[in-house]
């Protein structure tokens, strides 16, 4: 069975500072991986994923994560926070056929002017 | 744009009643789902369908029912609603091949039941 474990599930940076957002999986195959972020009132959208191929991943809105298979980690990175970040982001893992995603319990992130 | 449609925004109920909550996709995908987003436990499944008539347990099926008559059209059904069953529901599709397919998500239905 798989899993995700985000850690810390609240994350507070300055306005320009770096954002990293940490997210360990478990799986017994090898995982398909995903950010997504949910702004206040609305539904989740696709930041970036990891299938095959190149392990550092970018993503929209300046995000970046990097898988790493020997952490089982797939941490998520945004060099600038801008006031704009400021949502709820949740890391998860699908099976080998990806159509059914295990979610982490989410990240809220607060940025400070 | 693409679009996934959830019925109602917000919804108040009574414990024991009979709750649908209505969703719909324009993007001709196969698969359908529906999770339940809660504080601290982020989003759990409860049932998906990969095809119209077709249907398959999630992580968290008990006290739900879905109906997928429709390519475009999934329900989720609260045969009795309780109190714990409070909580954001948001409904997604994806298309039915190609490994590592994002979903696309709608606003979510508020559910309350009192």
């Known amino acids: 069975a798989q899993s995700v474990t985000q850690l810390g599930s609240h994350v507070s940076v300055s306005e320009g500072a770096l954002v990293l957002l940490r997210c360990n999986y478990s799986?017994?195959?090898?995982?398909?991986l995903f950010w997504y972020v949910q702004y206040p009132n609305q539904g989740l959208q696709l930041l970036l994923k990891y299938t095959t191929g190149a392990t550092l991943v970018k993503g929209i809105n300046g995000f970046e994560a990097e898988f790493k298979k020997s952490e089982t980690s797939f941490h998520l990175t945004k060099p600038s926070a801008h006031m704009s970040d400021a949502a709820e982001y949740f890391c998860?893992?699908?099976?080998?056929?990806?159509?059914?995603?295990?979610f982490g319990a989410g990240t809220i992130l607060r940025v400070k002017s | 744009d693409v679009k996934v449609t959830q019925s109602s925004r917000y919804l108040v109920k009574r414990t024991g009643e009979k709750v649908f909550l209505e969703c719909v996709q324009d993007?001709?995908?196969?698969?359908m789902f529906w999770y339940r987003q809660d504080p601290g436990l982020g989003l759990r499944l409860i049932y998906f369908s990969y095809d119209v008539k077709m249907k398959e347990k999630g992580d968290i099926p008990e006290g739900y029912s879905v109906s997928r008559e429709k390519k475009e059209r999934f329900s989720l059904i609260l045969e009795s609603a309780s109190t714990n069953q409070t909580s954001m529901y948001l409904c997604?599709?994806?298309?039915?091949?190609?490994?590592?397919?994002?979903?696309?998500f709608g606003s979510g239905t508020q559910l309350s039941v009192l």
């Open positions: 993007m001709d995908h196969e698969n």
């Open positions: 799986s017994s195959v090898p995982p398909y």
């Open positions: 998860a893992v699908s099976d080998q056929n990806g159509n059914k995603l295990v």
């Open positions: 997604a599709s994806s298309p039915v091949v190609g490994l590592g397919e994002k979903l696309f």
